[in-house]
Nanobody, 125 residues
Framework: QVQLVESGGGLVQAGGSLRLSCAASGRTFSSYAVGWFRQAPGKEREFVVRISGGGSSRTNYADSVKGRFTISRDNAKDTVYLLMNSLKPEDTAVYYC?????????????????WGQGTQVTVSS
């Protein structure tokens, strides 16, 4: 069983930056693929970015965040980070991290086995 805890959300002005963290329990977390998803008010949850497990750190970004967001992981700390730069009001959402027992999966939510509780990000204009 893996537990995921997100942190780092908050209120920021447009153009600002935030770094989200996803801390995991579990000895095999380094081998798991991890994704970030977000859900804005009144909208369905959507894929943001994913990173592979197993040491290769392969990544894939949604077009809406490409060039502004960066995902990384520190396997020694069992933590995945999401650095968000040049934030826009449309980035406002609850951000969730999710982990899959596979090293690399698609952006489909059903492929992720574990989910965090989410952290709120609000970007003011």
């Amino acid at each position: 069983q893996v537990q995921l805890v997100e942190s780092g959300g908050g209120l920021v002005q447009a153009g600002g930056s935030l770094r989200l963290s996803c801390a995991a329990s579990g000895r095999t977390f380094s081998s798991y693929a991890v994704g970030w998803f977000r859900q804005a008010p009144g909208k369905e949850r959507e894929f943001v970015v994913r990173i592979s497990g197993g040491g290769s750190s392969r990544t894939n970004y949604a077009d809406s965040v490409k060039g502004r967001f960066t995902i990384s992981r520190d396997n020694a700390k069992d933590t995945v980070y999401l650095l968000m730069n040049s934030l826009k009001p449309e980035d406002t959402a609850v951000y969730y991290c999710a982990a899959s027992t596979q090293q690399w999966v698609t952006s489909q939510e059903r492929e992720y086995n574990y989910w965090g509780q989410g952290t709120q990000v609000t970007v003011s204009s």
